[in-house]
């Protein structure tokens, strides 16, 4: 190698002479975009088998803004990519479920998806945000909604049915009660007439 005196350096290699002036060599000033690039219920990716209508009616997952899943659907998992090539084994990633995750959580780019197992009924924030391998993060996240639907016994219109039956059955059985005292009251009257008039 020489250094020549304004700085520039030079290397001798098998294919030629690499030249570069280290004081021109910066930091990569653009953070990487993230996207979605899959989704998949008990690892059944959705995009590959042509998508459930249930679930993705707007096409693929990284065009779709909301997914609706049903309380069946426990196991899934999504998958994202930091769209920086530079140096793509050094991106970074950070990922939350607003409603489950309390914070964000950092993985790097052997593990590019993330998994969420047996979640409670309820709407929830999918968010991923990447940094390339300067560190320099994407400024907003990409965001995708999760909706999960609640089992029919969890649902407002069941309990209000179950609260109803409930009142309904206490009430039929208070009238009954009352019938059958009533009757009681009639028969007993009824014994006591007929006595009455033997006496």
Do not use: C, M
Not at 27 to 47: G, K, R, Y
Not at 171 to 185: A, E, F, G, N
């Amino acid at each position: 190698g020489y250094r020549a005196p304004d700085g520039t350096l030079y290397f001798g290699g098998l294919e030629g002479v690499t030249v570069f002036q280290p004081e021109r060599i910066h930091n990569n000033p653009h953070a990487p975009p993230v996207s979605i690039t899959d989704f998949s219920i008990f690892n059944q990716s959705i995009l590959s088998t042509g998508g459930r209508s249930d679930v993705l009616p707007e096409g693929p997952v990284y065009q779709a803004r909301a997914l609706s899943l049903s309380y069946r659907d426990a196991v899934f998992s999504f998958e994202f990519a930091g769209l920086h090539f530079a140096d793509p084994q050094r991106n970074r990633y950070a990922y939350q479920l607003v409603g489950f995750d309390p914070d964000w959580v950092s993985t790097d780019a052997g593990k590019r998806f993330a998994t969420y197992t047996n979640l409670d009924p309820g709407r929830y924030v999918f968010r991923v945000k990447a940094a390339n391998k300067d560190g320099l993060w994407s400024s907003e996240p990409v965001s995708l909604e999760v909706t999960i639907a609640p089992p029919v016994w969890k649902t407002w219109w069941f309990r209000l049915l179950l609260v109803a039956l409930v009142l309904g059955g206490a009430w039929l059985l208070y009238r009954v009660r009352i019938r059958l005292l009533v009757r009681q009251k009639q028969e007993l009257e009824q014994e006591v007439g007929s006595r009455t008039r033997e006496l």
